[in-house]
């Protein structure tokens, strides 16, 4: 796929969105990980879906991030 123009911001979330929604068909998430979802409103009002991946078992505190 040709990604859409550079100022095409709108194309690009689109784009963007198809790319995680075939991610998250791809592979089940474990049995054993917790998903939690938050949103982040951009200046322009425009919501962003940001996924959280917990593991049950693994102390708070850094550890490996997607």
């Given at each position: 796929m040709t990604p859409p123009p550079v100022g095409d911001v709108a194309g690009r979330r689109?784009?963007?969105e198809g790319l995680i929604a075939h991610g998250d068909t791809a592979?089940?998430?474990p049995s054993d990980v917790t998903v939690?979802?938050?949103?982040?409103?951009t200046d322009?009002?425009?919501q962003i879906l940001l996924r959280w991946y917990t593991r049950q078992g693994i102390p708070d505190g850094p550890g490996p991030a997607v």
């Open positions: 689109a784009a963007l592979q089940p998430t939690t979802d938050h949103h982040l409103l322009d009002g425009e």
